[in-house]
């Protein structure tokens, strides 16, 4: 039948209440419930390597902010007073453009780094990992290994459950509000910090000490592996940077399939078995919880702690080693030796990352090592204009500010030239304190009618008397119609 129009009629399905639906198929949800991971302890090469990192990194960062140099912290990003004490480097806010170049070269290292070798930065060196690895670690020492652990959260609740969780918690707010203390340590003086916190003084620097500890505790002790796997932004793009020449972590599924348990005295392969016996140890051990042996995933962190285990297992099974490896997707498939696939290394890509980033890293180090050691910057005195005084002389006023770029006091000279009869007529001797900077009002002279009206272009030359380093800057001298 049709309608009066001679249009079909449309077919109308009715909404089902999800109560009712459920007794007449299955529904499937749109979200997986997520499961804890719990990793497992595993020694070998790559554990160690971790640790090592995890050592090298928090001395470096614990233990910097309160090194002296002189009488100042060694490392300080001093925001208030606008300077950046590196070393014996004082960098001013005009320096802004080393950073840029330091945050340049970073990126492209991180390339090129991974271009080579995939995510080694995420396996070993990154905050997000090596804090995660400290607080895993305490948890370890107080609640237990793996299977302790899942017994104790998944018991009731008991004294001893109640007091190794409030251990627990206690030790990481412990490490997680040392770390912001810490963090904060690098923008204001260490000492003055530690003397301000004691006496609850400073709201913002406790502020900003609870946050970052906030931040610490909530990313290494309950976020984890969710950090890495949905909010880190370089799991999304690596893939960009990586190829089949890139080493790593991959499973060889010619040599392990099929896998399965077997008695080690038996001959698998005459069962038609790999060298696989399916332990699942790889994925016990892994940080992320995922299964390498379905092959490359944008999860894996490249922590290499599946080959320990691995290796273990072989080990125990006197099997040959490598089943997981860092290794190419080529190499595997090829088959190719260690040194074949070393030598793909030196392919295009790495050889361009590798250009730019020697380049940069040359010409910021030659950009420090002729870096004036003071700087100037130059102000026209909006609310005096050009003016005649005494003597028959036009007069434009300038504001120099005077940067001082070194740990000892230093005295500058003031000239000027450009224009005929140009004369400096206020102080042309100026003393600035050590790492300081300095406002110095500036009056130039000309005989009145030896230069035409409009703007001219004059030269400040401002001399370090101590080092005979000298610095020009240009400004307008303007001459009224």
């Known amino acids: 039948m049709k309608p009066a129009d001679g249009q079909p009629r449309k077919k109308i399905i009715p909404i089902v209440p999800a109560a009712q639906e459920s007794s007449q198929g299955e529904i499937i949800s749109l979200y997986e419930a997520q499961k804890k991971i719990y990793p497992r302890s595993i020694s070998g090469l790559f554990a160690r390597w971790r640790w090592a990192m995890v050592w090298l990194t928090q001395l470096v960062f614990y233990g910097l902010p309160w090194l002296q140099w002189g009488e100042r912290q060694m490392v300080l990003f001093d925001l208030g007073a606008r300077r950046f004490y590196i070393f014996g480097l ?29 995510r080694l930065w995420c396996g070993f060196a990154c905050p997000q990992t090596v804090y995660t690895e400290i607080f895993m670690w305490i948890e370890h020492k107080i609640e237990g290994d793996r299977s302790a652990r899942m017994r104790l959260d998944n018991g009731p609740w008991t004294f001893e ?11 990481w707010i412990a490490v997680a509000f040392w770390t912001g203390f810490t963090f904060v340590g690098y923008f204001v003086p260490i000492r003055e910090l530690g003397a301000e916190l004691m006496q609850f003084q400073g709201s913002w620097q406790i502020f900003w000490v609870v946050f970052y500890g906030f931040a610490t505790y909530g990313n290494a002790g309950f976020m984890r592996e969710q950090v890495c796997k949905y909010m880190c932004p370089y799991a999304r793009f690596q893939s960009a940077m990586f190829d089949k020449d890139t080493m790593v972590v991959t499973y060889d599924p010619e040599r392990g399939e099929p896998r399965g348990p077997r008695n080690k005295t038996i001959d698998y392969k005459a069962k038609g078995l790999g060298d696989c016996i399916d332990c699942t140890l790889c994925v016990q051990v892994c940080p992320t919880g995922i299964d390498i042996r379905n092959g490359l995933q944008y999860e894996c962190i490249g922590c290499g702690l599946c080959v320990d285990a691995c ?50 890293c040359v010409a910021m180090l030659a950009s420090l090592v002729v870096r004036a050691p003071f700087k100037v910057d130059i102000v026209r005195d909006r609310a005096a204009l050009s003016r ?94």
């Open 90 to 118: 004082v960098l001013y806010p005009q320096d802004f453009i080393y950073l840029t170049g330091l945050l340049i070269i970073s990126a492209l290292s991180l390339f090129l780094f991974t271009a080579v070798a995939g």
């Open 388 to 481: 005649i005084v005494a003597g028959g002389k036009l007069e434009n006023v300038y504001r120099l500010q005077i940067m001082n770029a070194t740990e000892k006091p230093q005295n500058y000279t003031i000239a000027a030239r450009g224009l005929s009869g140009l004369e400096v007529a206020s102080e042309t001797q100026v003393q600035i304190d050590a790492a300081e900077s300095r406002w110095v009002s500036v009056r130039l002279h000309i005989p009145y009618g030896s230069a035409a009206p409009g703007s001219h272009t004059v030269y400040f030359d401002i001399r370090a008397e101590n080092t005979g380093n000298q610095v020009s800057e240009k400004s307008a001298f303007l001459v009224p119609r």
């Open 311 to 360: 290796n273990t297992v072989m080990d125990k099974m006197k099997y040959p080693r490598g089943l997981i490896r860092f290794s190419t997707q080529n190499g595997v498939a090829n088959h190719w030796t260690q040194s074949q696939m070393i030598r793909r290394v030196f392919r295009p890509r790495v050889l361009l990352y590798t250009g730019v980033l020697v380049l940069l």
């Open 161 to 171: 459950k109640v007091w190794k969780k409030t251990v627990k918690q206690a030790a």
